[in-house]
């Protein structure tokens, strides 16, 4: 699969024969997948001039319209979703068996905020006789989209369809080793009739086209989700403007689980939370913290679980080459602070290809103030921390600058809801790892970031509130 991308701005595809251009690549077999042009501020200022072409006739169109569209949208993504999982695979190395369901969740977001339109509405405030106070939630306006490359299009759908639904308009600049189906998206939105301009998407470098969207001062809203470092220069710069944000900024989530639970399920599960997507997820369930009576036991069943995993069918690659070689860089600095590797920590011998695969790999010996217990990976490796009472696996849990995910393991109902009121984090999964879901709120304590996407909560995160008091 090969193809040439312009950006795509005003309703159509933009081709500047004169642009710098760079390919993405398969982290599979190194094969070219598409090449996209690399935006500069001009190309991002005539994207925010379309946007705000088109701001106000969208804003001011009836939910129920707006609501029609993003529907429609959700149907376009479901008929095309073959093409768009083998982008998908291609360019973020997904497995065959993984992108389908992550292009049926992004169908999901515009089906679901399709029928959430009408959920903006405001209140009235008794002032007392004489008076008539209402408040109005009301879009921000040009919106600007910042997405990673570890799932492309469900992140581009989490942002896009509760912006659109609540009146604002878009432009979106994905990570530039994963820009096809960001494409692909806007490119289908056009075609089921949303208005030219509504949705934009330029491609490029974060330091090029990315800063220009958070500087351009029509852009009033920004959602974005990256690493730490980069939310925090983004961060930098929009406190200047006074610009309001959603940041989802990663984390090192704890995963507890107790002597009680059931440990078949919770191996399951556990495996789940740190091998999901090659370990590329934020809520990555990475510190699993084992009481100590059954460490040993849950270890080897553990162990024997991953051992499971086929490298290059249940576990892909990760997807790029920097992320490749900072994985194998937390080998040396795990072995160099003692942790022992009960599975992996090591390079490949026998890879399935010439991508970037790594090994899953479970560390014991680990103490919560090692670097591998503290920073964020990126891969499929957890470290494993034994505790002894439930007050110590709430302090470890919480020792962390991160708060984004945790996990309880028990079949103690009472035990599972106090530790889950207890632990810092922003979503809280108990007897499970959650799959991904429309309808739940998403965000992080913390430096895992602040403001929520997804669920109705992100209407309220994509809209400003106005209070009108009337007096009689």
């Given at each position: 699969m090969k193809?040439?991308?312009?950006?795509?701005?005003g309703?159509?595809?933009v081709?500047?024969?004169?642009?710098?251009?760079?390919t993405?690549t398969?982290?599979?077999n190194g094969?070219?997948?598409a090449?996209?042009?690399?935006?500069t501020?001009?190309?991002?200022t005539?994207?925010?001039?379309a946007?705000?072409?088109?701001?106000?006739?969208?804003?001011?169109?009836t939910p129920?319209a707006?609501?029609?569209?993003l529907?429609?949208?959700?149907?376009a993504?479901t008929?095309n979703?073959?093409?768009l999982a083998?982008?998908?695979s291609?360019?973020a190395?997904?497995?065959?068996w993984l992108?389908p369901?992550e292009?049926?969740n992004?169908a999901?977001?515009?089906e679901?905020?399709?029928?959430?339109?009408?959920?903006?509405?405001?209140?009235t405030?008794?002032?007392?006789?004489?008076?008539?106070c209402?408040?109005q939630r009301?879009?921000?306006?040009v919106v600007g989209?910042?997405?990673?490359w570890?799932?492309?299009?469900?992140?581009a759908?989490?942002?896009?369809?509760?912006?659109?639904a609540?009146?604002?308009?878009?432009?979106?600049?994905?990570?530039e080793?994963?820009?096809?189906t960001?494409?692909e998206l806007?490119?289908?939105?056009?075609e089921?009739?949303l208005?030219?301009?509504?949705l934009?998407?330029v491609?490029?470098?974060g330091?090029e086209?990315?800063a220009?969207l958070?500087?351009?001062?029509?852009?009033r809203?920004?959602?974005?989700?990256?690493?730490?470092?980069?939310?925090?220069?983004?961060?930098?710069?929009?406190?200047?403007?006074?610009l309001?944000?959603?940041?989802?900024?990663?984390?090192k989530?704890?995963?507890?689980?107790?002597a009680?639970?059931?440990l078949d399920?919770a191996v399951?599960g556990s495996?789940?939370?740190f091998s999901a997507n090659t370990?590329?997820t934020?809520?990555a369930?990475t510190?699993?913290?084992?009481q100590r009576?059954?460490?040993?036991?849950f270890?080897?069943?553990?162990?024997?679980?991953a051992q499971e995993?086929?490298i290059?069918?249940?576990l892909?690659?990760?997807?790029t080459?920097?992320?490749?070689?900072?994985?194998?860089?937390?080998?040396?600095?795990a072995?160099?602070d003692g942790?022992?590797a009960?599975?992996?920590?090591a390079p490949?011998?026998?890879?399935?290809a010439e991508?970037?695969f790594v090994?899953?790999?479970?560390?014991t010996?680990?103490?919560n103030?090692m670097?591998?217990?503290?920073?964020?990976?990126?891969?499929?490796?957890?470290v494993?921390i034994?505790?002894?009472t439930?007050?110590?696996?709430?302090?470890?849990?919480n020792?962390?600058e991160?708060g984004?995910?945790?996990?309880?393991w028990?079949t103690?109902?009472s035990?599972?809801?106090t530790?889950?009121?207890q632990?810092?984090a922003?979503q809280v999964?108990?007897?499970?790892?959650?799959?991904?879901?429309?309808?739940?709120?998403?965000g992080?304590?913390?430096?895992s970031g602040y403001?929520r996407?997804?669920g109705?909560?992100?209407?309220q995160?994509?809209?400003?509130?106005?209070c009108?008091a009337v007096?009689l």
């Amino acid at each position: 699969m090969k193809a040439t991308y312009g950006h795509w701005i005003g309703g159509r595809e933009v081709v500047d024969a004169a642009a710098s251009r760079m390919t993405t690549t398969s982290p599979v077999n190194g094969r070219t997948v598409a090449s996209i042009p690399l935006g500069t501020s001009a190309d991002v200022t005539a994207a925010v001039d379309a946007a705000s072409d088109a701001l106000a006739a969208w804003r001011d169109q009836t939910p129920a319209a707006r609501g029609r569209l993003l529907t429609a949208l959700s149907t376009a993504i479901t008929d095309n979703a073959t093409k768009l999982a083998e982008l998908e695979s291609a360019e973020a190395g997904k497995p065959d068996w993984l992108s389908p369901a992550e292009v049926a969740n992004s169908a999901l977001y515009f089906e679901f905020y399709g029928g959430l339109v009408h959920a903006t509405h405001g209140e009235t405030i008794d002032l007392g006789p004489g008076y008539h106070c209402f408040t109005q939630r009301e879009p921000f306006g040009v919106v600007g989209v910042i997405t990673p490359w570890n799932a492309p299009l469900n992140q581009a759908a989490r942002a896009v369809a509760p912006a659109l639904a609540a009146g604002n308009t878009v432009v979106i600049k994905p990570s530039e080793f994963t820009s096809a189906t960001t494409l692909e998206l806007a490119r289908l939105a056009t075609e089921i009739g949303l208005p030219p301009g509504v949705l934009n998407v330029v491609t490029g470098t974060g330091n090029e086209a990315g800063a220009a969207l958070v500087r351009d001062s029509r852009v009033r809203k920004l959602a974005f989700t990256g690493s730490l470092r980069a939310g925090r220069e983004i961060g930098k710069v929009a406190a200047d403007r006074i610009l309001p944000m959603t940041l989802e900024l990663g984390g090192k989530s704890a995963n507890i689980v107790f002597a009680d639970a059931d440990l078949d399920r919770a191996v399951a599960g556990s495996l789940r939370a740190f091998s999901a997507n090659t370990g590329q997820t934020c809520t990555a369930g990475t510190r699993l913290l084992v009481q100590r009576e059954i460490h040993d036991e849950f270890v080897s069943k553990l162990t024997a679980a991953a051992q499971e995993l086929q490298i290059g069918q249940a576990l892909g690659p990760v997807t790029t080459a920097a992320q490749y070689a900072k994985v194998h860089e937390y080998f040396d600095i795990a072995r160099a602070d003692g942790a022992v590797a009960a599975l992996g920590g090591a390079p490949l011998t026998d890879p399935p290809a010439e991508g970037y695969f790594v090994p899953p790999t479970i560390y014991t010996g680990v103490h919560n103030d090692m670097r591998v217990a503290r920073e964020e990976i990126f891969g499929p490796v957890v470290v494993v921390i034994p505790f002894d009472t439930e007050q110590e696996a709430v302090t470890i849990a919480n020792d962390s600058e991160y708060g984004l995910a945790a996990g309880v393991w028990t079949t103690n109902v009472s035990r599972a809801l106090t530790v889950a009121g207890q632990l810092e984090a922003g979503q809280v999964y108990v007897n499970t790892w959650l799959s991904p879901t429309v309808q739940t709120p998403f965000g992080g304590y913390k430096l895992s970031g602040y403001g929520r996407e997804k669920g109705v909560e992100a209407l309220q995160h994509y809209t400003q509130l106005k209070c009108v008091a009337v007096e009689l």
